[in-house]
């Protein structure tokens, strides 16, 4: 575990305290820059995931780690164990099937991670109605530049789920339409969708997108 030590009747800290340098003394080695106010951290949070974690994928090169649970998502460096990124406000969707592979993965080039999301306000069991126009139930996040790159909307459905396919050239988002919608991982464009029958659980859709295993 870790603990945050600020001073007693502290000043409020600058606006600009993000970029502010850390206190005289105080290591940030795990990745988390220490909060305003704060004036040491004793222990660290390396590989040290907020919550339980749903769901974890390695990225294509090695060299990463991503961790999800419902309410955070992070980007690990194995090399030191380190926090290289956290995605803020990201709602992690873990509904569904995720054990079959769905809803988080890392994008070719080891540069982007799809995940997909829920609303803040969320009922799994709430499905589409007529005239929703539907949330966003995916994203795909540049882990350089930590913003999002696009995002994929449609109805809202329990088994909701996403996956790279074509050898990650495009993103499969199951959606509550009763289809498959194809994208491209580049830009989100939707190419293509492949009706499906009513669903009893999470699909699992092959790493190329040719082949759909589903329960009836």
Known sequence: GAVTLFSA???EPPKDAAKARPAAGAEVTDGFPLPPGAVRRFGNRQLRHPEAVAASAVSPDGKLLATASRWAVIVWELGTLTAKRTLPGVRFYGYG?????????????SAALLVAVHPVEFDPQQMARPGDDGVEVAEVWDLGTG????????????????WLTAGGKEVAAILGNRAIHFHDAKDG???????LPALFSTPWVSGDGETIAYQG
Not at 98 to 109: C, E, I, Q, Y
Not at 189 to 195: G, H, I, P, S
């Open 189 to 195: 464009k939707e190419l293509r969708k492949v009706a």
């Open 147 to 162: 913003k999002r790159r696009y995002a994929i909307r449609g109805p809202r459905d329990y088994n909701n789920a996403a």
């Open 97 to 109: 099937a995720p054990d079959r592979g769905p809803n988080l993965a890392f994008l070719p080039d």
């Open 9 to 11: 009747g502290a000043p």
